[in-house]
């Protein structure tokens, strides 16, 4: 399984932002397969934003919870995040992941910096 996340480098605060994880050598519906999206904040250690399931249902981090979308296109066989009013602490490194246990597959990563 390969993951590519995609979306824009530079966010201004109070935006949404939007992340696009593309799939590849797997479905995302697979069974026992989760499809998450995790950040590290520079200087800082890895936060799990959440997760969607191969039945589609999704999990959130109580601290994003409430401004925080995970959703699918089975067709394009892609996840999406969606994070809602950003703050500058939102900068970070945002990790696309797939998890059946035990085996854990992570994309590069995509830098988002949130500033003005």
């Known amino acids: 399984v390969q993951l590519q996340e995609s979306g824009p480098g530079l966010v201004k605060p109070s935006q949404t932002l939007s992340l696009t994880c593309t799939v590849s050598?797997?479905?995302?519906?697979?069974?026992?397969?989760?499809w998450g999206w995790i950040r590290q904040p520079p200087g800082k250690g890895l936060e799990w934003i959440g997760y969607?399931?191969?039945?589609?249902?999704?999990y959130y981090s109580p601290s994003l919870k409430s401004r925080t979308s995970i959703s699918r296109d089975n067709a394009k066989n892609t996840v999406y995040l969606q994070m809602n009013s950003l703050k500058p602490e939102d900068t970070a490194v945002y990790y696309c992941?797939?998890?059946?246990?035990?085996?854990?597959?992570w994309g590069q990563g995509t830098q988002v910096t949130v500033s003005s």
């Open positions: 992941n797939a998890q059946k246990w035990p085996i854990d597959y």
């Open positions: 969607i399931t191969y039945s589609g249902s999704t």
């Open positions: 050598g797997g479905s995302i519906t697979t069974n026992y397969y989760y």
